[in-house]
């Protein structure tokens, strides 16, 4: 299982806010993970997604895909992957491991 750090950018909108564009990407990841298969979690700065990287690959082209519908003639997506293949790694248990370690270096 893959994690991806995903920032999907529409160039040349009206204004600076872009929450519609968010909106939209969103509906299509609630969509994918109705379906199973992939999970996600929005932040304010990106969008962070767990599955099988071939299914991860679809679903980054299509939110990839999703400002050109609205009219936006260019879209810039940064992709980050966290492939890991000796152990299972989720979002949770990556960040579980750092407060893991933190919780050690306390001493709690």
Not at 15 to 23: C, I, L, Q
Not at 29 to 35: I, T
Not at 69 to 90: E, F, H, L, P
């Amino acid at each position: 299982m893959a994690i991806v750090d995903v920032t999907v950018i529409p160039v040349g909108t009206e204004g600076p806010s872009v929450s519609e564009y968010v909106a939209d990407i969103h509906r299509i990841l609630e969509k994918h993970s109705k379906k199973g298969g992939i999970r996600f979690q929005l932040t304010p700065m990106n969008t962070i997604i767990e599955g099988e990287l071939g299914s991860l690959f679809e679903v980054i082209k299509e939110i990839h895909e999703s400002p050109f519908s609205k009219g936006i003639s260019r879209v810039a997506t940064s992709i980050r992957i966290d492939d890991r293949r000796d152990k299972q790694s989720t979002m949770e248990g990556k960040l579980k491991a750092v407060e893991t370690k933190l919780e050690t270096d306390l001493g709690l």
